[in-house]
């Protein structure tokens, strides 16, 4: 595709994203105005409440409680030896890349911990849905390695999986205190192997399948199942939580998806508004889960 048609693609692709823009609002208010779903019309109803928001709202979630979470709350330290910008979260030190700066470091922070709220449809656990004492973890788009973090005390061994050169020093001084049990893994997950990439299916062909798996790579999370199918289909014990935001029509799609390999499909609360097609509202993160029930003897 040559250079060209790529920008005339990308105008035409925006005037229509702009098109579609107006009347948006009045497009919400037909569909869902007289929905008895409580958290559609908790959604909606903030919409109503704030005509001066332009729309739609992107990653910003559709609550009041968005607003409890301010990036100048956040407190940035410097570690001496290393140079490094940190914070502390739950007295646990999280590392930055050298060239952030404290103000990235303070809107990083604030986006994550309002990510991980408990009201937020960009939570990776959920009521019911949770690691155990034990389980091995995989984190694929690691990041800062905050989640991880969270849950690192009950996992027996965690993989960060994060390609992005920038991240592997702070993940390591993040992740330093846990030594051996934490691996940060410096490759994308997706459906083949070799070229900075590695599947699931051979990168656990020899090592302890895991419990629980998160997934945020920015839409490409169906090539991460796709390189995935063989542990997806013999994991006995297998939580995964599967961010489906970025696109769509994909929690529907994996919702299939996982049903028909008999998992049970949940959901994080609430809802993005992200699109200007339908569904205008989208689920944040699918929970898939499969426990296989202890046989008891008669």
């Known amino acids: 595709m040559s250079n060209v048609f790529k920008s005339f693609l990308a105008a035409a692709q925006h005037a229509w994203f ?89 809107q990083a922070v604030a986006i994550g911990q309002l990510e991980q709220d408990p009201r937020s449809p960009h939570r990776y656990v959920g009521d019911g849905f ?58 994308a997950v997706g459906s083949r192997d070799g070229g900075g990439q590695v599947s699931l299916d051979h990168f656990f062909r020899d090592r302890t399948s895991p419990n629980f798996i998160q997934v945020d790579v920015d839409g490409l999370e169906q090539d991460v199942l796709n ?5 997806l289909r013999n994991s006995s014990k297998l939580r995964l939580s599967l961010c489906t935001y970025h696109k769509r029509l994909d929690f529907p799609l994996f919702a299939s998806q996982l049903g028909m390999m008999g998992y049970t499909i949940e959901h994080s609360p609430g809802f993005f508004f992200i699109g200007v097609r339908k569904p205008y509202f989208r689920r944040g993160v699918l929970y898939a889960s499969r426990i296989a029930k202890l046989k008891t003897s008669s």
């Open 18 to 106: 702009l098109q579609r823009k107006k009347g948006l609002r009045q497009r919400i208010q037909r569909q869902y105005g007289n929905s008895q779903d409580a958290e559609i019309r908790e959604a909606v109803g903030f919409i109503e409440h704030h005509p001066e928001l332009e729309l739609p709202l992107g990653m910003t979630p559709p609550y009041e409680w968005v607003s409890e979470y301010a990036a100048r709350n956040v407190r940035v330290e410097k570690d001496e030896s290393t140079g490094l910008l940190y914070v502390r979260v739950n007295n646990n030190r999280v590392f930055f890349p050298r060239k952030a700066t404290p103000a990235n470091v303070q």
């Open 130 to 187: 949770n690691v155990e004492s034990g389980d091995v973890g995989v984190f694929i788009g690691a990041s800062d390695g905050l989640f991880c973090l969270s849950l690192i005390d009950r996992l027996s061994k965690a993989y960060l999986f994060e390609p992005n050169t920038d991240w592997q020093e702070p993940l390591h001084a993040t992740f330093a205190p846990w030594g051996d049990k934490v691996e940060v893994v410096p490759l």
């Open 227 to 231: 390189g995935a199918r063989d542990l």
